[in-house]
């Protein structure tokens, strides 16, 4: 049936073999209550072809091979109360091209069997899918896709809907498609791909994921969920929860991109990271977030910062976030090259036995401020530049954990206003050998260990005035027969201000015998 303008279409059933069985390029047309079936390879089960201000209200479009409803330059069309369905393997559901925009689809259902759900392409723009379910099951397919790898699809929103692929994409933003907006939605497959189930890739920019539930049940695979690719930026995650609760393995964020938000969210994988920013990723943050893996994570971390290859990664920041691994592996990971990264004002813990919660490797210009760390050793430091933490608190979990431990190679290191309980047999802060640069501790607190402070050797052979120490107090938990400073080796000429040894446990206030001779170390309490 060929329909012009300003005509109503009710209670009506059209099959046509491979043809179209509604077709118009009017306006102002009603169909309700109606049924189209296509049942060939060609044609479509509706067409509205440059149509607009059309309603199809109670309608039924099926096709059993190849796509079933199109809009083609169609505009300001209306979708409701509606099922949209394609059983073939070679068709998608719902087509939205070439500069189709302002259409609604709401309260509908859309299936495709081996095709995509929805599909906008082409400069499709401001269409509107608001409480529907669609549901495909194909695995080179998406429920539902903006643009593709030469068109794009802009200022879109699916809200209030449910989306499901048990066997691939379920969402994909492609090229440059930019401002859309998921919210208050559900989206949930069952994949084993490890290659993304919502994925804002080429460029996809300032879209906004919100208020949305997004998951891959799949208990028998590695799964990647949410991909922020490479040049995606500006994007947001807000009010959102990501789930792998049954993966091996993988991450349910990651992040090549910059300048994106994450903010309110909830994010939790089995034995996986919960948040990967890599390939460049910088002036991305994280805030009041919560992260969690669980299971067997010995890989990188609940979430981790890292440079990949030459494209390096920084200035990201981490605030007013809970970040756990609550079984094995590391908690929070910033490695290779990573530069000015901000944790500020959040929790990271950590059950695992024999890995840090914090760890930092190889970076630099690290803040850390405002922060409760604990783990078997709190935080492990490895030849990293400029780290710079305030206002926090560190506490070792195994007997033999360090508070923080400092390791080969690190350069210039601030540490302010912060309290460190190392294990019974473990140290509070641990200066271990050949770092370089200065050292700067002021107005510290040390209240656990065997040891309180342990010194090594520093590169700079005859240090004068490279290690500091001022206002630092030993009280309240240090193991009977603690020793508060500890030299394991080393030239220092130094003195230390305002040092209290405040804890009936100490046994020993210094012990300089590792010192080399030509020492001097001054404290003035």
Request: glycine fraction near 12%.
């Amino acid at each position: 049936i060929a329909v012009s303008s300003y005509s109503s279409v009710g209670y009506s059933s059209v099959t046509v073999g491979g043809a179209y069985a509604y077709y118009t390029e009017g306006t102002l047309n009603t169909f309700f209550n109606s049924i189209a079936l296509s049942t060939g390879a060609a044609g479509r089960s509706v067409y509205l072809n440059g149509a607009s201000s059309n309603t199809f209200t109670l309608f039924l479009s099926s096709k059993t091979s190849g796509q079933s409803f199109d809009l083609i330059g169609a505009g300001y069309n209306s979708i409701t109360l509606s099922t949209i369905a394609a059983y073939s393997n070679n068709g998608g559901a719902l087509n939205i091209f070439t500069g189709s925009s302002s259409n609604t689809i709401s309260r509908s259902f859309i299936y495709a069997l081996g095709g995509g759900g929805v599909l906008m392409l082409t400069g499709s723009n401001y269409n509107t899918v608001s409480q529907s379910t669609i549901v495909i099951n194909n695995a080179t397919n998406s429920a539902v896709r903006l643009g593709n790898t030469s068109s794009s699809a802009s200022f879109n929103t699916i809200t209030r809907s449910y989306l499901q692929n048990p066997s691939g994409y379920i969402l994909r933003l492609m090229s440059n498609s930019d401002f859309n907006t998921i919210s208050l939605s559900t989206l949930v497959t069952s994949n084993n791909l490890d290659q993304g189930d919502v994925i804002l890739e080429t460029a996809s920019s300032d879209n906004t994921i919100s208020d949305s539930f997004i998951t891959n049940t799949n208990a028998a695979a590695n799964v990647l969920i949410v991909w922020l690719s490479t040049g995606a930026d500006r994007n947001l995650i807000l009010r959102s929860t990501v789930t792998a609760p049954n993966a091996l393995g993988n991450t349910v964020l990651v992040i090549d991109s910059s300048s994106n938000t994450v903010d309110q969210s909830y994010f939790y994988h089995t034995a996986g990271a919960g948040i990967y920013m890599s390939f460049g990723a910088s002036y991305n943050t994280v805030s009041r977030s919560t992260v969690i893996v669980g299971g067997n994570n010995a890989g990188d971390g609940a979430m981790v910062i890292r440079t990949t290859g030459l494209l390096t990664s920084g200035y990201n920041t981490v605030s007013d976030s809970w970040i756990r691994n609550s079984a094995n592996g590391r908690t929070l990971a910033i490695r290779d090259n990573v530069k000015f990264t901000s944790v500020v004002r959040s929790t990271i813990t950590s059950a695992a036995s024999a890995w840090p919660a914090l760890e930092l490797v190889r970076v630099a210009s690290t803040t850390v401020s405002d922060v409760y760390v604990q783990g078997s050793t709190a935080s492990y430091i490895w030849g990293s530049t400029g780290t710079i933490i305030g206002g926090s608190f560190f506490v070792a979990t195994n007997t033999a954990g360090n508070a923080l431990m400092v390791s080969t190679g690190s350069v210039n290191l601030t540490v302010t206003s912060s309290t460190f309980r190392g294990g019974s047999s473990g140290v509070g802060i641990y200066l271990n050998n050949n770092n370089s640069g200065f050292v700067t501790l002021t107005s510290n607190t040390i209240t656990g260990g065997r040891w309180g402070v342990a010194i090594g050797n520093m590169t700079c052979g005859a240090c004068t005035g490279n290690l500091s120490i001022t206002s630092m107090t030993f009280s309240g938990g240090l193991t009977a027969g603690a020793t508060a400073l500890h030299f394991t080796g080393g030239t220092f000429t130094s003195t230390f201000t305002t040092v209290g040894f405040n804890d009936a446990n100490i046994a020993i206030n210094v012990n300089g015998i590792a010192l080399n001779s030509a020492s001097t170390v001054t404290l003035r309490y």
